[in-house]
């Protein structure tokens, strides 16, 4: 009588044993789901839109009709490494960083 019982006891430990490696990935299965949702909501938006703002700051050129993050609207009137020149009104000129451009107008936005 007390051998099977010994035998019933054991039993479920060594069947837990085996499935406490698959419970513990199944326990993980949601918090890998939420990174990966995360990823494709708001992480790789943000990466592609910082890519299209970059390379709208790298293809800058005198002329251009440009948005800036303080709400100035100008033309570029000169460019260099970090700055652009923007001509805000005939004779008045600001020097800011290229990264506050926020957006590149079309030709005869501004009057």
Known sequence: MFISSAFAQTAPAAAAEGAGVMGSLTGMLPLVLMFVVLYFVMIRPQMKR?????????????????????GLLGKV???????VQVEISPGVEVQMQRSAVTQVLPKGSVK
């Open 77 to 83: 009137t000169g460019l260099s490494d970090g700055f």
């Open 50 to 70: 910082q890519k299209e703002h970059r390379a709208m700051i790298d293809a800058l050129a005198k002329g251009d009709e440009v948005a800036t993050a303080g």
